[in-house]
Each structure stands twice: as structure tokens, then as C-alpha cells.
């Protein structure tokens, strides 16, 4: 026990997490399913004078079906998604004698501590694209209409989010500015403060194969890339995640890896 207690103590204040998704789909002209796998795992080491590790985790499976459709040429966009998802959620508090024990074994706490739900819910976007010099897309979208209620795994409340974007191209690169503002309306509890809903970036696409991306993410700096091989593509983004109350109060790097592959 006293040498998970000094190991643990190393680590007071920090926080680990960790998520893996898979996501198969299919999209035609205005028409998309898709099928979606999930699994999230974080925790955090509190308590100098007892150490202890607060875990949550997530296990999610769901679908979506989705229609879109535009108008005046495409000036107007609107999209329709209906959804449903379901959620194995487990939340524990461990100790160090929990965990220098002989039968320490969290598989089994899951088993007996799991939460389940199953909810269902819908998105409604529209997109408006004007004939404007830079070419600029204005889009609004409520999403989780009426909130996807999990029952015992919790809930992912309704939120109405707001983006705008540029298209500034540059003789052979293809450049994109953006900036979008989550929940407009303040559903998500803890995301009163504005900065922590400000998400914006740019983003350059160099010939064949390259895109480059800078940006900030709660008032923190982002970047990323991707290389679109047509049929494979490899994507990486670093963005840091506020834990705090107010954007800038307590920062959690993400290192966020993505394969693609289809035509």
C-alpha cells in the first residue's frame, strides 16, 4: 500500500483519458447512415493526505440516419438526423488499499456498478451559402432536440450552436477561416462562460494530398493535418480541453488520431 500511495502522490492533480470510436457510414447525394462504436475511459488522482484515482467510463453503440436537402441552387441548406444511443456508463472512486489489494480487479466493478440507457434524439441544421465575395457559409443547428435521455447512464442535453465561415483562397491553395459558438443558449451545465464555447480555426490544402490546420479551442492553441490518399486518410489534431469553470483556469492536452478508409 505504501508504494502505490507514493506512486499515486506523484500524481495528484492530473488527469488521464483515453477514447477509441469506430464509425462506419455510408453517405449518398443527400441521403447517410452510419453506425457508431465507442469507447471512453478518464480519470484523475485527488487527495495528497489519501490519494485516490476517480474513474469514469463510457461504453457507447448507437446509429444515425440523415437527410439533407438545397434550395435556390444551394444557397439553402437543411439537414435532418435521427439518432439513438446506448450508453454503459460506470463511475468509481479507488483508494490506495483498493488498489494494492491481492484481488483488485476494476473489470468486476464495472460489471457490478454499470449504469445502461438507451435514448433516441434528432439534429435539424440549416446552412445558408450567399454569393459573396470569400464565399462565406453561415450554419445554425439544434442538436439532441428535446436532450438524448440515457435514464440511468445520465443525459446529453439539447444545445443550439452557431458557425460561420470564409473561403479566402490563395492562387493553388484552398484556405478556409472558421468560428463557431456552442450552445448558444447555456443547456450544457458547467459551459456558462463564453470563451469555453469559442471554437475557431484555418485551415490551408495544399495540392493532391496535404491539409494544414492552426486554431484555438477554448482560448487555447490547436493544430493539425491530414494526408487524403483518396481511398486512405491519416489525420492528427493537438487541442487542449478546459476542465476549469472559465476558459484558461485548468487545461487537459489531447493528442486525437484518425484513419479513414473508403471511397
Not at 80 to 99: E, G, N, P, W
Not at 244 to 253: C, L
Given at each position: 500500500?505504501?508504494?502505490?500511495?507514493?506512486?499515486?502522490?506523484?500524481?495528484?492533480?492530473?488527469?488521464?483519458?483515453?477514447?477509441?470510436?469506430?464509425?462506419?457510414?455510408?453517405?449518398?447525394?443527400?441521403?447517410?447512415?452510419?453506425?457508431?462504436?465507442?469507447?471512453?475511459?478518464?480519470?484523475?488522482?485527488?487527495?495528497?493526505?489519501?490519494?485516490?484515482?476517480?474513474?469514469?467510463g463510457?461504453?457507447?453503440?448507437?446509429?444515425?440516419?440523415?437527410?439533407a436537402?438545397?434550395?435556390?441552387?444551394?444557397?439553402?441548406?437543411?439537414?435532418?438526423?435521427?439518432?439513438?444511443?446506448?450508453?454503459?456508463s460506470?463511475?468509481?472512486?479507488?483508494y490506495?488499499?483498493?488498489i494494492?489489494?491481492a484481488?483488485?480487479?476494476p473489470?468486476?466493478?464495472?460489471?457490478d456498478?454499470k449504469?445502461t440507457?438507451?435514448?433516441?434524439?434528432?439534429?435539424?441544421?440549416?446552412?445558408?451559402?450567399?454569393?459573396?465575395?470569400?464565399?462565406?457559409?453561415?450554419?445554425?443547428?439544434?442538436?439532441?432536440?428535446?436532450?438524448?435521455?440515457?435514464?440511468?447512464?445520465g443525459?446529453i442535453?439539447?444545445?443550439?450552436?452557431?458557425?460561420?465561415?470564409?473561403h479566402p483562397?490563395?492562387?493553388?491553395?484552398?484556405?478556409?477561416?472558421?468560428?463557431?459558438?456552442?450552445?448558444?443558449?447555456?443547456?450544457?451545465?458547467?459551459?456558462?462562460?463564453?470563451?469555453?464555447?469559442?471554437?475557431?480555426?484555418?485551415?490551408?490544402?495544399l495540392?493532391?494530398?496535404?491539409?494544414?490546420?492552426?486554431?484555438?479551442?477554448?482560448?487555447?492553441?490547436?493544430?493539425?493535418?491530414?494526408?487524403?490518399?483518396?481511398?486512405?486518410?491519416?489525420?492528427?489534431?493537438?487541442y487542449?480541453?478546459?476542465?476549469?469553470?472559465?476558459?484558461?483556469?485548468?487545461?487537459?492536452?489531447?493528442?486525437?488520431?484518425?484513419?479513414?478508409?473508403?471511397?
Amino acid at each position: 500500500m505504501t508504494e502505490v500511495t507514493n506512486v499515486l502522490s506523484k500524481y495528484i492533480g492530473e488527469r488521464f483519458s483515453l477514447r477509441t470510436s469506430l464509425y462506419p457510414n455510408i453517405i449518398f447525394h443527400n441521403f447517410g447512415v452510419g453506425a457508431l462504436g465507442q469507447v471512453s475511459f478518464s480519470g484523475e488522482v485527488r487527495n495528497r493526505v489519501n490519494p485516490q484515482v476517480n474513474v469514469d467510463g463510457k461504453a457507447d453503440v448507437g446509429g444515425v440516419v440523415g437527410f439533407a436537402y438545397g434550395f435556390r441552387e444551394k444557397k439553402v441548406q437543411v439537414g435532418v438526423a435521427l439518432k439513438f444511443v446506448q450508453r454503459q456508463s460506470f463511475q468509481k472512486t479507488y483508494y490506495a488499499t483498493d488498489i494494492a489489494s491481492a484481488n483488485f480487479d476494476p473489470s468486476n466493478d464495472f460489471s457490478d456498478l454499470k449504469k445502461t440507457g438507451t435514448g433516441f434524439s434528432g439534429d435539424v441544421g440549416v446552412k445558408v451559402n450567399p454569393e459573396w465575395p470569400l464565399r462565406p457559409s453561415i450554419g445554425l443547428v439544434l442538436q439532441n432536440i428535446g436532450d438524448l435521455n440515457l435514464d440511468k447512464a445520465g443525459k446529453i442535453p439539447q444545445q443550439l450552436n452557431a458557425g460561420v465561415s470564409i473561403h479566402p483562397d490563395l492562387w493553388i491553395f484552398k484556405n478556409t477561416l472558421a468560428l463557431d459558438i456552442v450552445d448558444l443558449t447555456k443547456n450544457v451545465e458547467g459551459e456558462d462562460d463564453f470563451y469555453k464555447r469559442v471554437h475557431m480555426g484555418a485551415e490551408i490544402k495544399l495540392p493532391y494530398i496535404l491539409s494544414l490546420r492552426v486554431g484555438a479551442n477554448q482560448g487555447y492553441p490547436s493544430f493539425g493535418a491530414t494526408i487524403d490518399f483518396w481511398i486512405l486518410k491519416l489525420a492528427y489534431a493537438y487541442y487542449k480541453e478546459e476542465l476549469g469553470a472559465v476558459a484558461g483556469q485548468k487545461d487537459d492536452a489531447r493528442h486525437v488520431g484518425q484513419i479513414a478508409i473508403g471511397f
